[in-house]
């Protein structure tokens, strides 16, 4: 079942520019991919930064961090890739959109100043009306302006699944055995380890 804005919003809970942008990049995908999704066992999704956009991309696809089928790469770009991981199948999307968005900062400091206690009732409001505005080009600019969309063959993703556990030895909480950490001949979690250098 095809998901609306509305959809997107209810499940985020909260109404922003990401969250529009993510809908339109969650729609592309799920379009794009087409038949590639009959079975979604197999789809995963990689995203390569942590915003708003993320939740959209859960909902649209239906790939959670609970499911282990939504894989947080890391780069720090706004973009985000749907995965047959059988076939190879893929589609990346990158948002340049981004690219000349409030390249002055401007928005930013409207944003910063209405959601602090001297903004007025007036400000708010006119700032509100500013994001609306801009959430309504998002959602209705056409796609070639807002992101590029390549398709790609990418290698299946690495399987997670169940894991072997064992104690640090510092803490003694149990820990996944390849995120241990050897540190002066004693295998600790990533907090602990933090501690220990921390401490030198």
Same mark, same amino acid.
């Given at each position: 079942?095809?998901?609306?804005?509305?959809?997107?919003?209810?499940?985020?809970?909260?109404?922003?520019?990401?969250?529009?942008?993510?809908?339109?990049?969650?729609?592309?995908?799920?379009?794009?991919?087409?038949? +590639? !999704?009959?079975?979604?066992?197999? #789809?995963?999704?990689?995203?390569?930064? =942590? *915003?708003?956009?993320?939740?959209?991309?859960?909902?649209?696809?239906?790939?959670?961090?609970?499911?282990?089928?939504?894989?947080?790469?890391?780069?720090?770009?706004?973009?985000?890739?749907?995965?047959?991981?059988?076939?190879?199948?893929?589609?990346?999307?990158?948002?340049?959109?981004?690219?000349?968005?409030?390249?002055?900062?401007?928005?930013?400091?409207?944003?910063?100043?209405?959601?602090?206690?001297?903004?007025?009732?007036?400000?708010?409001?006119?700032?509100?009306? +500013? !994001?609306?505005?801009?959430?309504? #080009?998002?959602?209705?600019?056409?796609? =070639? *302006?807002?992101?590029?969309?390549?398709?790609?063959?990418?290698?299946?993703p690495p399987k997670v699944g169940k894991y072997k556990?064992?104690?640090?030895?510092?803490?003694?909480?149990?820990?996944?055995?390849?995120?241990?950490?050897?540190?002066?001949?004693?295998?600790?979690?990533?907090?602990?380890?933090?501690?220990?250098?921390?401490?030198?």
């Amino acid at each position: 079942m095809e998901k609306t804005f509305d959809d997107v919003v209810d499940f985020h809970r909260h109404l922003c520019l990401d969250i529009a942008m993510g809908y339109r990049v969650g729609k592309a995908l799920v379009r794009e991919m087409g038949k +590639e !999704l009959r079975n979604m066992k197999d #789809v995963f999704a990689v995203v390569e930064n =942590e *915003t708003c956009a993320v939740d959209a991309i859960q909902e649209f696809t239906g790939c959670t961090l609970g499911k282990r089928n939504l894989v947080l790469a890391g780069t720090g770009k706004p973009a985000y890739i749907l995965q047959n991981a059988k076939s190879g199948v893929s589609v990346r999307i990158y948002c340049r959109y981004w690219e000349t968005f409030d390249t002055d900062g401007s928005f930013g400091k409207r944003r910063k100043h209405a959601s602090s206690p001297d903004a007025t009732t007036e400000e708010q409001q006119l700032f509100q009306r +500013e !994001l609306n505005s801009k959430i309504k #080009v998002i959602l209705r600019a056409p796609e =070639e *302006t807002l992101f590029t969309i390549q398709r790609v063959t990418l290698p299946a993703p690495p399987k997670v699944g169940k894991y072997k556990a064992a104690p640090c030895e510092v803490c003694g909480e149990h820990t996944n055995i390849e995120r241990l950490v050897e540190v002066d001949g004693k295998k600790l979690c990533s907090a602990c380890r933090t501690a220990a250098i921390a401490t030198r």
